[in-house]
């Protein structure tokens, strides 16, 4: 039997169908890839498939290269992976929407026999792709950036400390020169890495029920990391506010060990790589710059 295969449309169908799978399993993360990140890793993978038909080898060795192969530096030059569980957790997302996409192909080709030949094509299969994609990012369990445990490492000059923390909708503090978002940690932990130390001091308005307005104690955190199920995410620069008091999240599971609230806008900003909405940038925003112990 004679088959003709098509480098080109070989080529754009997995090109396709790795690009939907690597921006679900990044958006069901902490979304740590950034768009050319995920290009590259989807041409690498398309690339790698094809070596089942282009290299000279046993097809056992061509097989490994190609599929296995692909996956790991598919994932490995998408996402900045730290560590194995981080790997783990991303392979095992990706593997999940794999199943759930081919499982919806054969489910359509199954009710619609009369359109099996144009299902199994390649326009055919970018279009049950990209539907697949649709769905399970908007339907299918995943991290959300709102009402998540997770753990936090705060650092400030040669100091950390790891904490529980949640991202919490309810929390829309933003420093108000700067337009930042703010997070809250409680007052144990911010005195545990500033000690008796006012440096890089801000004060938060903030509007809470029972109050109508007050005044928060706030700081620039220099060093900040997310991380969720092994997957980590480290942001810069990051405005706390000091709580007195215990926190209270509104998420019930391990609600009495939260340390820190974090503003779910700081994932938003840190992904567009730009201020958002009405945010100044300033080059002197940081601890050892002309903000000091009195700046407010």
Request: aromatic share 10%; charged share 20%.
């Amino acid at each position: 039997m004679h088959y003709e295969l098509y480098v080109d449309s070989l080529f754009l169908m997995n090109f396709g169908m790795n690009l939907y799978l690597l921006m679900l399993v990044d958006r069901s993360t902490l979304k740590t890839a950034s768009p050319w990140r995920i290009l590259l890793g989807t041409a690498f993978g398309s690339i790698s498939f094809l070596l089942l038909f282009w290299v000279s080898l046993p097809f056992p060795c061509r097989l490994l290269l190609g599929i296995p192969g692909g996956t790991v530096g598919m994932l490995l030059i998408a996402f900045p992976v730290k560590n194995l569980r981080m790997f783990l957790k991303l392979l095992e997302k990706l593997l999940f929407y794999s199943f759930c996409m081919g499982g919806l192909l054969l489910c359509l080709i199954r009710l619609l026999p009369q359109l099996r030949q144009w299902l199994t094509g390649l326009w055919g299969i970018l279009a049950v792709g990209g539907i697949a994609f649709c769905l399970f990012g908007r339907f299918l369990p995943g991290y959300r950036e709102k009402d998540c445990i997770c753990r936090a490492t705060l650092r400030r000059e040669g100091a950390s400390m790891t904490v529980a923390a949640v991202i919490d909708s309810g929390n829309t503090l933003i420093e108000p020169i700067s337009g930042k978002p703010v997070s809250v940690v409680e007052e144990k932990v911010f005195r545990g890495l500033w000690k008796n130390s006012m440096q890089g001091f801000r004060a938060i308005p903030y509007h809470s029920v029972g109050k109508k307005h007050g005044i928060m104690e706030g700081y620039l955190l220099p060093e900040l990391c997310l991380e969720i199920d092994g997957v980590k995410k480290e942001f810069r620069d990051v405005y706390i506010a000091v709580s007195p008091e215990g926190l209270h999240p509104t998420q019930n599971a391990g609600a009495e060990s939260v340390k820190m609230i974090v503003n779910p806008m700081l994932l938003m900003e840190s992904r567009k790589g730009r201020p958002k909405r009405r945010q100044i940038v300033r080059t002197y925003d940081s601890e050892s710059g002309n903000t000091g112990e009195n700046a407010v």
